[in-house]
């Protein structure tokens, strides 16, 4: 199947233009469904997963949205001793380790088992992070959208449930559909490997309502790389102090965000320095406890204007920020931008992405810069 036949399989499909009302709930209920129909779907996810073992002296049964979880698989045993299997699928939204630390605790007297994360292409985490959290360790694996598809329509050619046979067609046009998704995705996202650009083929991403799920695993890919070289970063780490690496998204754009700070809570002072990447923006922030009085964006911007802010920007006579053009257009003859909320106080000056070298070795090289400095400066505050 070539790009072009994806795509068009993808307008013309009923169900596919049902799955957009909600993405994530849409397949996860279609899991949730064919497991409830043959258990046998349970080696979708868990390949090793013996069930005829279970059957014999085993009850098994799954739930849906049940604890905060996507799907619940419970185990319970003739003894009445309980297990539980988490399955937590995302395609629109990117997980956090945060997430899954919470997702791998007992549930009541029901004992963690295992947990399958889910996605397009590659996991987007290291899930050896989660390895001795909760006491559970090596419990977490990843099953891709293409994987899961093939096995679907593996389990439901032999499937001997009745309902299963009886929606065989809805099934293979449903793994089609994840085979479909999985490569336009993959097309995009690799299209300009080891670069963080997000061009791409945003008209045919934008009808199929999936250019969002792109621009977030474009931004994944970079952050990963910035991971990998986490202990770059970790030796420039002021005392006291934590080198912050996460990624969000905001207003269509996905954040990259690489800083150091002291945050304990919104009461307690604290500062951050660092870069945020927002869509083609390349940021130079700083961050303050908005409760203290005393601070505002001009007290930040002041207190650190020639050290590391540009205080040489002007926005008639000088667009540029460290030599680097800037589309920036501060308010009231500002010199930066600003977030402003009851809890913090943040300030920014940014230059173009498309103006600098995009190539992941570059950008960290330039960030890591950045990082340096920011240490020194904290050091000193």
Wanted: aromatic content about 12%; some cysteine; charged content about 25%.
């Amino acid at each position: 199947m070539d790009y072009k036949t994806a795509v068009d399989y993808l307008k013309k499909s009923m169900i596919y233009q049902m799955s957009l009302g909600s993405k994530e709930l849409f397949h996860s209920n279609v899991w949730g469904w064919l497991i409830e129909n043959d258990k046998n779907f349970i080696n979708v996810f868990i390949p090793t997963f013996e069930i005829e073992n279970y059957n014999k002296g085993c009850n098994i049964w799954s739930k849906r949205e049940e604890k905060n979880r996507d799907i619940l698989i419970w185990l319970e045993d003739n003894n009445g001793n309980k297990q539980h299997i988490v399955i937590e699928n995302k395609i629109k939204t990117l997980p956090t380790i945060h997430q899954l630390e919470e997702y791998t605790v007992n549930l009541g007297n029901s004992l963690f088992f295992h947990g399958v994360l889910t996605g397009i292409g590659p996991c987007t985490l290291d899930l050896n992070e989660l390895d001795g959290k909760n006491g559970v360790t090596g419990n977490w694996s990843y099953v891709s959208y293409e994987e899961i598809s093939d096995r679907i329509l593996e389990i439901a050619m032999h499937s001997k449930s009745e309902l299963i046979k009886n929606h065989f067609e809805q099934i293979e046009e449903y793994c089609h559909i994840l085979k479909c998704i999985n490569l336009i995705l993959d097309t995009n996202i690799n299209s300009h490997n080891n670069y963080l650009t997000y061009d791409c083929d945003y008209d045919t991403l934008n009808s199929l309502r999936i250019a969002d799920i792109f621009k977030k695993h474009k931004g994944s890919q970079f952050i990963n790389y910035v991971k990998s070289r986490k202990e770059e970063l970790e030796t420039l780490k002021p005392d006291g102090y934590c080198l912050v690496i996460s990624q969000s998204f905001h207003n269509g754009k996905t954040t990259l965000d690489i800083r150091f700070s002291n945050w304990v809570n919104d009461e307690t002072p604290y500062n951050l320095l660092g870069v945020q990447i927002e869509g083609d923006q390349f940021r130079i922030v700083a961050e303050r406890n908005a409760r203290l009085e005393g601070i505002s964006a001009d007290c930040i911007y002041d207190n650190l204007k020639n050290k590391w802010f540009d205080d040489s920007y002007d926005k008639y006579k000088n667009k540029t920020i460290f030599g680097y053009q800037t589309t920036m257009k501060p308010r009231k003859g500002k010199k930066y931008d600003t977030y402003n909320t009851n809890g913090y106080c943040f300030v920014y000056q940014y230059y173009d992405v498309s103006k600098i070298e995009k190539d992941y070795k570059s950008l960290f090289e330039k960030i890591k810069n950045y990082i340096s400095k920011a240490s020194e400066l904290l050091k000193n505050m």
